[in-house]
Structure formats: C-alpha cells, structure tokens
C-alpha cells in the first residue's frame, strides 16, 4: 500500500539546510496497523506528511496504492489525498462552524457528491463511532473525545485506502486514549490500513507493528506480536 | 458561479461569520455610499449652474455703452455716447440673417400707481422680440407687439409681483396703471424663471418711451441673439464685427474698451459651464478616492478574513479542497459581499439624494441626482473591486501549505 524506497527531506534553514530524512525505506502492506515512534525531532512528522501529500520528498520513489508520487502539483495532490487518505489529527481539526455532520460531510463536497448523498453518508460514519445524536452539535459542543471520533468519521467517510493519524491521542485523557485506540483497531480489523505517529509507548504497544525514527533513519522495525514472543 | 454546493458553503460561511461579514458589507457600503451622494451633490452643482443660465437665451450678444477713454479723430476723450434708433437699424441691416431676435432697452425709473397702492419700479421700453430673448413667460394677456411700437400705444406688461402689489387679489390684465402720472392700459401679466427682481418690471413699447420721454432716438442698450446655425466661431465675429460697425459709426477708437461694449452670453455660457463641468470632475475624484479607499479597507478586510481562515483553509485542502476551489470559494464570498453590500450602499444614497432634493439650494446645490449609467458603472467597478480585493488574499490563501496552516497550535 505505501512504498518507500531511499526518502531523503531537508528544509533550508538560513543558509543552511536541515536534513530531516535521511534514506528511509519502509513498505506497509495493506491491511496494516503501523505505528511510527521517535521523539520530537526525529523526523516522523515530516514523514507523515510526506505519506499524507502534505509535503514533498526531495530524493527517492514513494509509491502509494502501487502509483509512484512524483511532479505532484497541489491540484493532483488534493485529488489523490481525497480519494486515499483520511487524516486524524491531534488538534482534531474540526470547522469551528459547522456541526459534527457538516464535519463529517465535508470530504465528500470535494469529492463531488450531492448534498443528500452527503447528509446520508456522514449519518452512517456518524453512526458507526456512536455519535449520531451528536451529529448536530458543532464541536465546541463535544467532548475531546467525541471531536476525535468525529475527526475519524470524517477520515473514513471516503472510504480511503489508508487512514494517517499524527498523534491521536496526543491531546486526550487515558481512558479517553484507550477508547480512541479501540476505534482504530477496529476500523483496522474491518481490513483498512492505519498508520499512526506517536512517542507515546503504550499507543504504540497497541499497533501490530512499530517503527522506531531517530535522527531521520529508521533504527528498528518490529512487529508487536514477535516483541511480545522475545 | 453556479455550483450549488459553493454557494451552500457560501451561505453558510456568511451566516456562521456575521461580524466578520457585517465589517466587510459596511466598509463597501459607506464609501459607495460617499461615492454616490458626492457624485450627486457635484451634478446638483451643476445643475445650478444650468438654471443660472437658462433664464435668457445663451445666444444672446448684450450692447451697451460709455464714455470714451481715448481721444480720437478729432474727438476728446471722456465723451459720452449714445446709441439711438439708428443704430440698431443699422447693426440690422448689416447683419441681417445672423440675427434671430433683437430688441432695444430703454430703462426708466417710475412711481408705480394703482389706486391706494403705490411703489417705485424700473420700466423695460423694449421691442416685442425682447419676450424671446429674456425668455419671459407671458401668464395672462399678451407681450408689447409690433402695432404697439408703431402706433406707440400706451400700454404696459407687468410682472408678477408687480400685480401682486399694487393689485392685491384683484385680476389687473385689461385695468389701468399709473406711471408718473400717466395712465397705461396693462395687456399681459408675466413671470420670469430670473426670479424676483425680474418680476418687478414693466414692460412698454420703446416708441412710447421715447415720445413720452422728451420724443427722442435715444435706446440704452441693444441686445440681439444671433442665428445659432453660424456656430460659435462665427458668433465670435459676428461679435467683432458689431464692435467695429459701432465704433466706426460714433468715431471710437478700436482699443477703447469702455465707450462700446459688446458682451456675449455664449462666452460666458461656455466659461461657466466648464467651470461647473471642472467641479464636477474634481468631485468625480473625489468619489474615485473614496471608492479607491473602499476598496484597499475591502481587501484589508479580505486579508484578516483568509488569515483568520487559515487553519480552516488547511483542514479544507487537506480533506480534498484543490487551490481553484479555494480561490473561488473566497472570491465568490468576496464579490457577494461586495455586490450586495454596495447596492445597498447606493440604494441608501439615492434615498438620501431624493430626501436632499431642493433642500441645498441655498448653497448652489440643486436636484443632486445620480442617473441610471452612474449607477450601472458603480455596480460594475465594485464587483471588479470584490474581485481585486478577494483575488489576492484568495491567492495566497491557495498557496498556504496544509502543513503550515495545521502546525500553528
């Protein structure tokens, strides 16, 4: 599902340049629940945003759903991320102004859907993360949460190939976490890939695989079940 | 333009944003709002000058006389002279067909009387022509006519007010009216849009005038109109011509200015209207700035708007959002907001110009209206401004990297 071959990334700072990305390779396979782990600066945000056609690489062959990323202007980008990537973020990332079902629905306005269409399909994700009777209350109406569970509907309602979370759980409580991660695993268990950044250990613990960054190089990639056999 | 789904998002940005929105629509409303009262108020100004001027005709050339200031052939200077029948016999006869309408003025100080009521007027001693040429309006009766300055009957025209003072609500057309002491008959009753003082004259036949006043030739002063079909560069000549025939005839010489004067209303005419068409541009400008200035307050409001919409713009293009939908989700917003807020702006002020009416006429300002195109082009430009004004922030915010506007927290 997404492959990474030699990913190199620096941003110029001043005169200088700052390598972030130092020739990653990483092959997720689809169906995989994957966990990026490293402390900050270790370069697993710019990777997640290399992944995600926030940003782009500047050496190396990423190919997503088997097609290589390249000469990728905005426009192609948007496209591409509205039909295969759903993101989760650790802000939630909500419009403060339109209510959880607009919130949900909103993904499928770019992807060119009639309103009714739309209204009928975010009901459905809506519901699918227990919060249809939510689904019109605007956010600052939810708990942290109940937003992060509308950030996932909103993730899922394309039905995308691959879900990106940066950090979900990174602005909940525990119980509120486990919950959250709980979601995840089962949107994975229904057969979608999901990928997810944190420096948290137990989130981590809760993926099938870990992939630990420091210092822009991939120092160990372990499935859990293996560690949990050693 | 017409994708329904945009203008649901629209509605609902606008709705969901109303300070953000009502800051917008009223800096656009106010300064198209200035632009149209001034642009109004500078073509009452000129419609001031228009009335000034249309009280006599515009192709009139004045005659009159003074003392010479040069001697000349023989002739000291300090003499005064005197135009008579005579001359404006001759300025006819040389003229001929370039004139439209002539008449001679002879002015006379009189104690009007009518029974008890009495007061002092001017008489106008005048040829039947001299009607067209004041553009007096005859309200009841008839003006002096040709059988009058032939037969030198003693009748009278008089003007409104002079009815009204020394007649009260009496009806005075067919009555009698002592002037000096002799009784004229009053055949015509006018009004004159030259206002009061016009209305306080009277008008004789200019045979009588003389024969009552020591059975001279003399006249005061000649005014003609020229045939407008000899253009004004003719009118011009004509002009220099009549200057020259006169000053030939009473022995001026040619660079006495003060002994023969002939004037024209048509320079004048000219000379006030650019005056008035020159205000009119300078107040253009000013409602030009005014727009200019509206439209920097737009796009500064523009510019918060994307800025506070970053991180919603982010989320948006990391959700699917393509830079072009983005650039025509604002500028949609954009030139709504403007569009709307602006004729709501020249609404108000055609409402406030209809209040104004004659109310500022006392300070030159008469009937400020704008008309229909002033309207159009304003609506035109201002959706242009909605357009420049949201382009550039919409641009930019096109150009805001999904990273960038979801890393600021």
């Given at each position: 599902m997404i492959k990474i071959k030699n990913l190199h990334k620096s941003y110029p700072m001043g005169k200088e340049s700052l390598h972030v990305l130092k020739g990653l390779d990483l092959h997720i396979k689809e169906g995989e629940f994957v966990s990026i782990m490293g402390s900050s600066g270790s370069g697993k945000s710019t990777l997640l945003n290399i992944v995600g056609l926030l940003d782009i690489h500047d050496e190396g062959e990423y190919y997503l759903n088997g097609q290589l990323i390249e000469k990728l202007d905005e426009k192609k980008a948007a496209v591409l991320r509205n039909k295969f990537l759903g993101f989760v973020f650790q802000s939630f990332n909500?419009?403060?102004?339109?209510?959880a079902l607009e919130n949900v629905a909103m993904p499928l306005y770019y992807k060119g859907i009639n309103r009714k269409e739309r209204q009928k399909i975010a009901l459905e994700y809506l519901d699918k993360v227990d919060l249809k009777d939510w689904a019109?209350?605007?956010?600052?109406?939810?708990?942290g949460g109940q937003k992060q569970r509308v950030a996932i509907a909103r993730a899922l309602v394309t039905q995308p190939k691959v879900v990106l979370a940066d950090e979900?759980?990174?602005?909940?409580?525990s119980t509120t976490s486990s919950s959250v991660m709980d979601l995840l695993k089962e949107i994975n268990k229904e057969g979608m890939t999901v990928f997810v950044i944190t420096h948290e250990e137990e989130i981590a613990a809760g993926t099938d695989r870990i992939v630990r960054l420091k210092d822009g190089v991939i120092i160990s990639d372990i499935k859990t079940k293996e560690l949990q056999k050693a | 333009m017409f994708d329904l789904g945009r203008w649901q998002e629209i509605f609902q940005s606008i709705g969901k944003n109303k300070l953000r929105t009502f800051l917008g629509a009223f800096t656009v409303a106010l300064g198209i709002f200035i632009f149209t009262v001034l642009f109004g108020m500078g073509n009452g100004l000129k419609n001031t000058f228009d009335k000034f001027f249309s009280d006599?005709?515009?192709?009139t050339i004045f005659i009159f006389t003074g003392t010479t200031t040069k001697a000349y052939k023989g002739y000291k200077e300090g003499r005064r002279i005197q135009l008579e029948n005579e001359d404006l016999e001759l300025l006819l006869k040389k003229m001929d067909d370039k004139v439209e309408y002539f008449t001679a003025r002879i002015y006379k100080g009189v104690q009007a009387k009518n029974k008890n009521e009495s007061g002092s007027y001017t008489v106008r001693a005048v040829h039947p022509q001299h009607q067209f040429l004041e553009k007096t309006i005859i309200d009841q009766g008839k003006f002096i006519d040709e059988n009058d300055v032939k037969n030198k009957t003693r009748v009278v025209v008089i003007g409104r007010l002079v009815e009204q003072d020394l007649f009260k609500n009496e009806n005075a057309l067919g009555k009698f009216i002592e002037l000096n002491g002799l009784a004229y008959k009053v055949v015509g009753i006018f009004s004159d849009a030259g206002g009061d003082n016009e209305e306080r004259l009277i008008y004789a036949p200019v045979s009588t005038i003389q024969l009552i006043y020591k059975?001279?030739?003399?006249?005061?002063q000649i005014n003609l109109s020229f045939?407008?079909?000899?253009g004004s560069a003719g009118a011009k000549k004509m002009v220099n011509d009549i200057t020259k025939i006169l000053k030939e005839k009473h022995f001026?010489?040619?660079?006495?200015?003060?002994a023969i004067r002939v004037r024209s209303v048509f320079d004048d005419y000219e000379q006030n209207m650019q005056f008035a068409g020159m205000l009119q541009l300078i107040v253009l400008w000013i409602g030009i700035g005014t727009l200019f200035a509206g439209a920097i307050s737009i796009g500064n409001i523009m510019v918060f708007v994307v800025k506070e919409r970053t991180k919603e713009l982010g989320i948006r293009k990391a959700l699917g959002a393509t830079p072009g939908s983005i650039v025509g989700l604002i500028l949609q917003e954009s030139i709504f907001i403007t569009a709307i807020a602006g004729y709501i702006g020249i609404l108000i002020a055609v409402f406030a110009l209809n209040g104004i009416g004659n109310n500022l006429e006392d300070y030159f300002i008469t009937n400020p209206q704008v008309n229909q195109s002033t309207i159009v082009w304003a609506t035109i430009i201002l959706i242009l401004v909605g357009a420049i004004a949201g382009y550039v922030p919409a641009r930019r915010a096109a150009k805001i990297k999904p990273v960038v506007a979801l890393a600021d927290d």
């Open positions: 909500l419009i403060t102004y339109k209510t019109n209350h605007l956010p600052s109406e939810l708990s979900p759980t990174g602005a909940l409580d | 006599d005709a515009t192709n059975n001279t030739e003399d006249i005061d045939n407008r079909a000899i001026v010489a040619r660079d006495d200015r003060s």
